[in-house]
């Protein structure tokens, strides 16, 4: 179950009101800070016509309560979403709820409005994060899940589209400052473990006792040298002149 102490941000002139009214829903007095209990309570109040649930929590002035929509089925929808079900007081069953229509309730899961702000709510729970990592885990864990995960991941990698869009989003990732500042932290961090300092040398060894890649580096020292003649030229020159200078 969710916390029901949990400190919520309330509006005593509900928003939708002050949208209506073409005001500000943060102005001078309208907020308070109160439990997601009698948060629910509170709107479920407003629908029912009963002040109440907000008077126990604060006493605000009469012309904010009169500001205040009693009666809205609108109030229905926060009630509902905040309480989760957990508060015996709220009863949403037959008319009380807010897809009652016709003599059925309709809709309800299929309301883009209403889902949007029960998922908000229901997503950010600590609990269901925490099923939700335990439930990941298991999936993931599944032979034939991992074997579709990869097809379906080989696919969308060869996609040509999704190739150049992965490009063009890892050159602007690698390109941010943050990220630089972050990977040089990383990188430092990873050379000062001694277990990663002694397996890259015998890495590093292994690399350049290998016959194939001797030749490589050669190529490769001998390509640089000759792309940066002038600068090295120009260093061993520096170099004799303090040499020569020291002498003399």
């Not at 919520?8 to 102005?27: A, S």
């Amino acid at each position: 179950m969710a916390d029901l102490t949990q400190i919520h941000k309330h509006h005593i002139v509900p928003k939708y009101r002050c949208e209506e009214l073409g005001i500000d829903p943060d102005f001078d007095g309208n907020t308070i800070d109160t439990t997601r209990k009698q948060h629910a309570l509170i709107h479920w109040g407003y629908h029912c016509n009963d002040l109440s649930p907000l008077l126990e929590v604060c006493n605000p002035p009469q012309y904010i309560l009169d500001m205040i929509p009693l009666g809205d089925l609108r109030d229905l929808w926060p009630a509902q979403i905040l309480a989760l079900g957990e508060i015996d007081e709220i009863d949403i069953s037959g008319e009380n709820n807010p897809n009652y229509k016709h003599g059925r309730r309709i809709g309800g899961a299929y309301d883009p409005i209403y889902m949007k702000q029960y998922n908000e709510i229901y997503r950010n729970r600590p609990e269901y994060k925490e099923e939700r990592k335990v439930y990941d885990k298991k999936y993931r864990d599944k032979p034939g899940n991992k074997s579709a995960q990869k097809a379906y991941q080989k696919e969308y990698r060869d996609n040509p589209e999704n190739k150049s869009a992965q490009k063009a989003y890892q050159k602007e990732y690698r390109n941010r400052p943050e990220y630089k500042e972050q990977r040089k932290e990383w990188d430092k961090k990873y050379r000062d473990n001694p277990e990663n300092k002694s397996a890259q040398k015998a890495y590093q060894k292994e690399y350049r006792d290998k016959p194939g890649n001797k030749k490589k580096q050669r190529g490769y020292v001998k390509a640089w040298n000759e792309k940066n003649k002038e600068k090295i030229n120009a260093k061993k020159l520096e170099k004799a002149t303090a040499m020569l200078d020291s002498f003399m």
